[in-house]
């Protein structure tokens, strides 16, 4: 569902053009007509600044228009997004507690094992897909690389380290592949509590290397803080056309996005995740939004509630594999 928005998009620009045209009358709900009666909590699986908490906060002021009820977001980081997934887990599915979260929500079962202390089919719903975006590798400016083949050969001669996200984030894998799988290289892994801290932590040197989403490190390129080398993208991303993607640089098989998920527990009533899928969809449509999203550089997604959960366990599947292949670990 990433890389192919756009089939779904235009399946959905039907169903979109509908409820744009119907307005918020389509977001009334049946059983379930009173809802929401209070505000609605968003648990953000990660700390501000990152791509994950940048989408929670563009849509949550929309969602509180539409729905007429506060939309608040409070962020639960830890554990690559462990910590906010167990407590939504346990939340009560009454429609005012979900989970905001990122790919590593797909991957942390599969790296934590029983530790992530969820699992996404047996604890959630996905109420939708919000945003997607690729990794990529970028350096301090004062690091004397201009490409990733000079970054290749300079790790070869100088003890090196580069931050992420956290274990078991999608830029966390894109990058133990490319330096330990792909390199044989002993590039030190230094995760940190979410895609801000790990941009900040490129941008102040604490590490010369940073393995984050495009929107940790996207306003900090065009400041000439940080240079980006590589994106994980399948094409070349609109936002950094000058930047090459893994697969033109000889590693076809690096294709990896992070997207960012609105996820209920699993009881919550139908038709309940049904107005919200929605109002997110709405929401996603709108031009000042698809602006926010892009200046961020994120791309928006939306979908169907069973084309969200279809997507969910493919990526679920796809990147169990990964973990596997890769040989991943949380120290």
Not at 193 to 205: C, I, L
Request: charged share 15%; aromatic share 8%.
């Amino acid at each position: 569902m990433h890389h192919s928005t756009c089939n779904i998009q235009s399946t959905l620009k039907k169903l979109i053009q509908l409820s744009l045209l119907a307005g918020v009358s389509l977001l009334a709900g049946t059983a379930s007509a009173a809802y929401p009666d209070k505000s609605i909590k968003l648990v953000v699986g990660f700390p501000p600044g990152g791509p994950t908490d940048m989408s929670a906060r563009i849509i949550a002021p929309k969602l509180a228009e539409i729905l007429k009820q506060s939309v608040f977001i409070e962020n639960k980081a830890g554990a690559g997004g462990n910590v906010a997934a167990q407590m939504v887990a346990n939340a009560a599915p009454d429609g005012y507690t979900f989970l905001v979260n990122s790919a590593a929500f797909a991957v942390n079962p599969a790296l934590y094992g029983s530790a992530a202390g969820y699992s996404p089919g047996k604890n959630f719903t996905t109420v939708a897909f919000i945003s997607t975006q690729a990794n990529v590798i970028s350096v301090n400016e004062s690091v004397p690389v201009k490409n990733l083949a000079e970054l290749r050969e300079y790790a070869s001669k100088n003890k090196l380290s580069y931050s992420s996200p956290g274990y078991g984030t999608t830029p966390h894998l894109t990058c133990e592949n490319l330096f330990k799988v792909q390199w044989k290289a002993d590039i030190n892994h230094i995760p940190y509590k979410g895609a801000g801290p790990a941009s900040m932590a490129v941008v102040g040197g604490e590490t010369p290397i940073a393995c984050t989403a495009v929107a940790g490190v996207y306003q900090f390129s065009k400041q000439g803080k940080v240079r980006i080398l590589a994106i994980s993208s399948d094409k070349r991303s609109p936002n950094l056309p000058e930047v090459p993607t893994l697969v033109e640089l000889g590693y076809p098989q690096i294709k990896d996005y992070t997207w960012s998920a609105m996820m209920a527990p699993i009881k919550t009533p139908n038709d309940i995740v049904q107005k919200m899928n929605r109002a997110v969809n709405f929401v996603l449509e709108l031009p000042d939004v698809r602006e926010q999203m892009d200046k961020a550089g994120l791309v928006v997604m939306s979908g169907t509630v069973q084309q969200a959960n279809t997507y969910m366990n493919e990526e679920v599947t796809r990147w169990e594999k990964i973990v596997k292949e890769v040989g991943a670990k949380v120290e």
